[in-house]
């Protein structure tokens, strides 16, 4: 039976005319763009269409505030060092702590060399509280960092009111939108914010290739010297066949953006009604007023993600989990952590995400493989009866601690 | 994703003996929430022979934390409780065709369960010894308490040092940040507060040794060697390796290195490490090669 790919918030397959429209970029079109002569130009002006097509899908005034980098990771590395580097008076960095890893190993890291790192606390929908951000607000911030949509849930941050808040304030704003961009409009020439993340294969171009958005006249350190490439913003020559191919998959997530907000927001909401009828004892994480068109983040209480992700795997179905054991470290996702959710039920996460590729019938697929998958675990698990969760789960079951 | 053996895929899809044990005799729960595993074992014990008749399992985990808990149950069923006793959680590994070190702590649980429950028939109170923090090498397997504990019991200053203690940091390096890191705290700690040195990036230079106060004989020296060796034996027979004294020419100690330790990619640490505590010990320079360096004799 053909595989059915939910993970599209891991990673997406490359389409398929974006694949057509890089592919002579490696071979007749090899030339560096920096050369004077005909291989170069040819490849100068085919950069210069993909920034263009980058710029509109974020809505960007100018083209130049487009700066190519390798990947998400590297631009929110940039935007937060260069922030510091550019503002050496002010020390403080603001973000959540909901944030990509991208985001918290940094900050981390930079608490360790020294800076003051407050992370907003989000509620048991995962938002956060605009009052306790207002009064962080101060002339020894340097930079606020959140992100546009959260990785596992979904759920949408009010970035726009944010980013006003920090710049009246003067403050500068960072937003981590890569599992936006391509699935929310975006218009940030009517924004306050002044620097963006993108990665390229969360939008169906390939991996190693990203952007990050950086407003005119917003001040800016490279992370990377080196060459003029990127007006010297960013050193190193251009990954000229992704830069297309990037600049391609915006312009089809430009097109297929109402398709994405329509037909995929009802497959996701046919697909979590679907389970959670005939599921007891799951639930929805995050917010699911406010969050990405394809996302669904199930919570099934008393069993393990790793667990049902493997048995989902012998059906050919691919998603993810939020259990520690799926990422090799000893917590839940901190995700689920930051938003209460218990220990039995966050280690139960699992993360279905829709691309514009998938189909009714692979979701029927799903709906009707995912319940006995459950019941089967359940059967195992010291926390479940015959008839239900043990009638006081903690107390039936409360092993000795390691 | 893992790269779990075929014989914990196996152990997953058809688990072996799970469900509650109507007529068990003995219970053993034990695990971690926050890892995300939790195991009841039970067991039905006759008491007149203390032969485990059947044994059952109940597990919140991950694939490979239900396939420790099916292959425990394989395992143990016929045994007496005192041999039950003697499974360790690397026999647990080994009869799965090995774990990811990554998932070696679903063994443990197993091999904690088991006690739990022996505990549990005979009717003594169990208490868990073991305390799990980060994994902070994973080539072999070691968490960040242990490091720490290890650190301050022995006085390491050096992350070469911890790599002999513990194997930690011994294989691709790259937890060596982490390491420091953990060298860094406990060192702090040592100092009192005030008088934060960093460690040193690179391994110390071994002090020289102090001049003996008397001469050591020859048989006073071997005894102090085998003194040596047997320190570390008990480190080196955990990972299934050990060694013995081969010989002793001059300033030269010759050992076997046995089991797993021949061959390892560590024995160069290995040998270092007792080389180190020999000149400490014996207060004089000497050299602990392997036995296949010792001069063929004519």
Redesign the interface.
């Known amino acids: 039976m053909k595989p059915i790919y939910l993970d599209n918030n891991a990673t997406t397959r490359v389409d398929p005319a974006v694949v057509e429209a890089m592919l002579p970029f490696f071979t007749e079109h090899f030339g560096n763009a920096s050369s004077i002569h005909a291989f170069g130009s040819e490849v100068g002006k085919a950069l210069k269409k993909a920034r263009s097509q980058v710029q509109a899908l974020l809505g960007a005034e100018h083209d130049s505030e487009i700066i190519f980098t390798s990947c998400g990771t590297e631009s929110d590395s940039t935007a937060i060092l260069s922030a510091l580097k550019a503002q050496p008076d002010r020390n403080t960095v603001i973000t959540t702590n909901v944030e990509h890893p991208a985001i918290l190993t940094l900050c981390e890291w930079l608490e360790k060399e020294g800076y003051i790192v407050h992370k907003l606390k989000v509620d048991k929908k995962g938002r956060i509280d605009m009052d306790e951000y207002k009064s962080l607000l101060n002339d020894r911030v340097a930079v606020v960092s959140a992100m546009w949509a959260n990785n596992e849930t979904g759920t949408i941050f009010p970035v726009v009111e944010m980013a006003e808040l920090a710049a009246a304030k003067g403050i500068m704003f960072h937003t981590d939108a890569v599992q936006a961009v391509g699935k929310v409009p975006i218009d940030l020439k009517n924004t306050k914010i002044d620097m963006l993340s993108l990665s390229g294969h969360k939008l169906h171009a390939p991996k190693g290739i990203g952007v990050l958005y950086l407003r005119r006249g917003c001040r800016f350190r490279p992370l990377l010297r080196g060459g003029h490439q990127e007006r010297g913003r960013r050193a190193g020559t251009e990954n000229s066949a992704s830069i297309v191919a990037l600049g391609m998959a915006c312009e089809l997530a430009q097109q297929k953006m109402e398709f994405e907000n329509t037909e995929v927001r009802r497959l996701r909401d046919k697909l979590e009604k679907g389970i959670l009828s005939q599921v007891t004892h799951a639930f929805v994480t995050g917010d699911p007023s406010n969050r990405l068109p394809n996302t669904a983040n199930i919570a099934f209480e ?6 049902i992700l ?2 989902l795997n ?1 059906v050919g179905i691919a998603c993810s989990s939020g ?4 990422s ?5 996702s901190h995700v689920m952590r930051a938003m209460g959710i218990p ?2 039920a966050a ?1 139960g996460t699992i993360r279905f995400s829709l691309s514009v590729y998938n189909t009714e019938e692979e979701i029927d697929r799903v709906i009707k493989e995912v319940p006995p998958i459950v019941a089967q675990l359940r ?5 479940w009866t015959d008839k239900g969760p043990a009638a006081n789960p903690e107390a039936a ?6 | 994703m893992w790269e779990y053996s075929d014989k914990v895929r196996e152990h ?2 058809n ?1 072996r003996n ?2 509650p044990l109507e007529e068990a005799n003995g219970i053993g ?12 074992l039970m067991l039905k014990v006759e008491p007149e022979t203390e032969i485990i008749l059947d044994a059952h ?10 396939a420790s808990s099916s292959a425990l149950t394989e395992m143990v069923k016929g045994m007496t409780l005192d041999q039950a006793l003697e499974v360790s959680n690397q026999n647990i590994a080994d009869y799965l065709d090995g774990l990811p070190p ?2 070696m702590h679903c063994s443990v ?1 197993g091999r ?1 369960a088991l006690q ?1 429950a022996i505990a549990n028939y005979r009717g003594e109170e ?3 010894d ?6 902070i090498c ?1 080539c072999f397997a070691i968490d960040a308490v242990m490091i720490e504990d290890v650190v301050k019991a022995n006085n390491l200053n050096t992350v070469e040092e911890v790599t002999f203690y513990t194997k930690a940091g011994g294989g691709c390096a790259a937890c060596h940040e982490g390491i420091e890191e953990i060298l860094a705290k406990v060192m702090a700690e040592r100092a009192g507060p005030g008088e934060v040195s960093p460690p040193p990036a690179c391994p110390a230079t071994p002090e020289a040794p102090k001049p003996p106060t008397k001469k050591l004989s020859i048989v006073e020296k071997i005894a102090k060697i085998q003194e040596v060796l047997e320190s570390v034996r008990p480190m080196l027979q955990r990972d299934h390796g050990d060694v013995e004294l081969a010989d002793v020419q001059g300033k030269k100690i010759y050992v076997h290195l046995k089991g797993a330790c021949s061959g390892c990619m560590m024995e160069a640490a290995t040998l270092g490490g007792i080389q180190q505590k020999m000149i400490e010990t014996l207060g004089e320079l000497v050299q602990v090669l392997p036995s296949s360096h010792m001069p063929v004799e004519a």
């Open positions: 008393y069993i393990e993600g790793e667990a493997l048995l012998k259990s520690a054991c799926t090799g470290s000893l917590e839940p220990y039995t280690h059967k195992l698990s010291p926390y079951f409360a092993p000795t601690y390691a | 997953f899809f688990p799970s469900g729960d034990v695990g971690s929430i926050q890892c995300g595993d939790a195991l009841r399992f109940q597990t919140f985990g991950c694939g490979s934390a239900i990554e998932k649980m904690e739990a169990w208490s868990d073991h305390e799990e923090g980060a994994l994973k």
